[in-house]
């Protein structure tokens, strides 16, 4: 409890006494407040007389005595409880104590513990109805949290359904509720804004008033202002409203709201199906919770499952030493409970995190409908798959970024509708949000079919911004150069405008992004659109890792498998392949690219090894690694093994050491720590903008998008694909595991169920549950991980993995598993519908990305 | 007077609006008391108590089910055609006052108020019941 809010005066007319007390007061937390005569004291009272709870005065003072204080005070301010410390009491004084209400007379010098009981008992009851008061003004606040943003839903709804009443009607119940609920808790201003607000649209309801445009901004700007309100509940209590009342002072006399057809906005929530169910507003029974608790519990589970693995790890070995032993074995029994029960556990860790992106995206469409107001530009606002839940630290990102972002799309990238018209284009501008989750991230497209970002634009912005020369510009490549539209500082808005343009908002929108450990893909084509990719990873309580494990400088460090591109033996043919450039180390790699080497001793401030060629003795091998697209290469004196591993994240203060991911239990209790590539390169200072390759790919960008397809080999006939994206993991899997539950195969994988199909018969149209009969030892199997269910495809062979950049010719085949065909190196090759494939197996998509990149396309 | 022992049903939207009310009959001296969050939820809270339910204080602005349809149905049950009904409103509604009391309701509160008008109009709701 904060209780410096409440206030102790202390009146006294020797100073140095003064300053006794009012150390005394602060010791109890309180906030002093100092009067060195009777003048003063009236002063502070007028002025903050409802804050103070305490008065502790001197009796005998030059001029006004303390009693006689008392008096003067005790009409307005009789409820404060008032001590007087004097030197002597005489039976008067006593007397018309009683009748002043004087709490207590203390001896002079007064006896600090007697005082400090004195002031908690008389003021603990008053101090407990306050915080009673407040608890009620913050459940009041949390109940009418959703309350608000449904009121700017129903006045944008307002604006494009002018006549319909039942807008209305849900207006006023909802301002009714502020009102009069504020009203009870004690936010008088607040109650008497939204009773105007109230009036107001009882004034529609009544058909003395008509929807105007001033009436909707009218509405809009004071629902601004009643979320002001809102948000600072206590403090509103004590300003002067009169002015804010005005906001709703709207003149009757004025041009209807529009007809619909000429609307700037519309909010189509399409994964919505229309119209929103009422009784969203209903709330069920809840309790709120800390984001920091929720977030100790998703630390906390990270660690169960550390020493939980370490346990069964321990169990394993026991069992192996001491085969046949009854109690071991129940002991296995029960840990293996356990971990089950873990798992689910944290499975409901991570759901009681997540938020729904509905809710996320419910201020867009105001931004939509301001900015075009104030632009004269016209703009649809799409939504889909926003019936996604994401974890909290995801929604926060995507709250601060969107705004911008969307806003940036209205502002620069849609075009005026007498522009759009000239260009071929429908006057009204389409943004369009995109919510999927692949794999382990969650992806959000923002997409406008505006005029693109200009390259030209970008580099002569760089030239006069001087931030770069004209030699470096120049090497950029066109993704580099789309990327620098994030740089701090930059912007590409010819005039700044009051909405956007300070190029302060895409700057931030990165930064929160890669600090989540996500990125930002922006594709953009002149003439017909950009769109931004944010991909961002889902928060893990735990990692856990193939990794290798290395020694440097005689220490053993983990490398990450999924990060390591190649492992090559240092001999003599390798050491020519090293190179030195400007005193650094390259190595050439795959004939055509240098790759820089990090020293990870040195950055780790090791002994050093290999730093000269001379040097290289002790170094065994060379790893080259590689996050996104960057590529480098690390020294290592001796490869030890591979393993599975249980990151733990670094203690708190050991979490700006980002070269490391975390660290892992090995052998015995040694901790060892988890190198991290993309730290590796930002401590290396190696950028991570740069591509080390990049031939021919500016072309390609320019003329479409690409994407990745697996290639697999199902018959002699035809070449089939499917793409990767929506892949979880590419796997061989060894005969003997197959179990049969029902007649359907499946096994055990990552301590879930993999079900298996034979991609061949559900091609053909089959249900897949047979499986080739001429399995081997080893098959391969493409795995999907979808709605929580692990879907395993078995193939006969995975040939390759292509980029592919021709669009799908679809409606080739009246095959329903087979999406349509691409030309691919001179061969045709039919696109696997694996979403059909999900149907047949009953799979529901969960998204539909494909089909919004083909819409964007062909709105373009 | 109520007696202190009865148990009350205490209906509206808000949560905050609830405690207020349960408060405010808590330094009245009351303690039994079931809540709900609009007339639907109110109806069912009425038939599942496992005691009979003696006096009702229920918002008349909710959503779904609003107090006037709870009120209606209330008075065109047998078992609680006759329990005290109190509504809670704002002054703005003072029309549907008298709708209200038409329909039935045996006082009504304007909100905001002290536990002593709660108490007084409580009394007055009993007299009109039960003397």
Redesign the interface.
Known sequence: MDLSQYKIMCVDDEKDVLMLRSDFVLDLGFTPILATNVEEAIAHLNNCGEEIIFILSDYEMPGTKGLEFRRMIFDDFSQIPFAIISGYLTKEMALEGIDLKICAFLDKPEDEEVLKQLINKETSAFIEEKEEELELIEGFIDDTKGLLADIEEIILQLETEPTELSNIDDLMRLLHTIKGTGSCVGLKVLSKFAHKFEDLATEIKKGERQVTVDLINGFLKAYDYLKFLMENAVESEKIDISENLKLLDISKTNNDVQTAESLDVNTELQASGGKKSKDSLVKKEEISVGIDILDSFMELSGNLTVSRNTAVKMINNIQIEFTNNKSIESLSTALNEMNKVSTQMQNLIVETRKVSLRNVYKPLPRIVRDVTRDTGKKATLLFEGDELRVDNSIAKVLTNSLVHMVRNSVDHAIESPEDRASGKKVEQGKIKICSYEEGENVVVEVSDDGKGISTELIKNKLISNGAFSEAEISEMSKRKLLSMIFHPGFSTAAAVTDISGRGVGMDMVMTSVKKLGGQIITESKVGFGTSFKMILPKPKSVLILDSLFVTVSDKKFAIPQDEIDRVIHLDEKVKKNLRYANNKMFLKYEDDKLLPVIHIDEILGLNKVGKDKKDLKNVTSLIVLRHDETQCVVLINEILDVEEIVVKKLQHSLRDLEVFLGVTYGEGDDLYLVLSTKGLLEAAQISLDEDTVDEGEDEVLEVANYTDFIEVGLNSEANYMLPLSQVYSLENIKKENIQYSVGAPILSYKENTLHLYCLVDLVDGGNGLSLPNNLSGEFKVIVFYLQDIFVGFVVPDILDINKVYDEINDGLSDNKSILGAIRFNERIINIINIFHLFDVIGLHRKKTIKEAELDISQAA | MFAPEIRILVVD?????R??VM?SLKTLGFSDFIEA??GAKAWEQLNNSESKVGLIVS?W?M??CTGLDFLKRVRANATYKETPFVL???E??LDQVREAVASGVDNYIV???SADILGKKLEVAHKKRFA
Do not use: G, Q
């Not at chain 2, 939207?13 to 609006?17: G, L, P, R, V």
């Open positions: 939207d808000m949560k905050t609006m405690k207020i408060k969050e609009d918002d602005n959503p779904n809670l409103t704002a703005s509604e909100k905001p108020f």
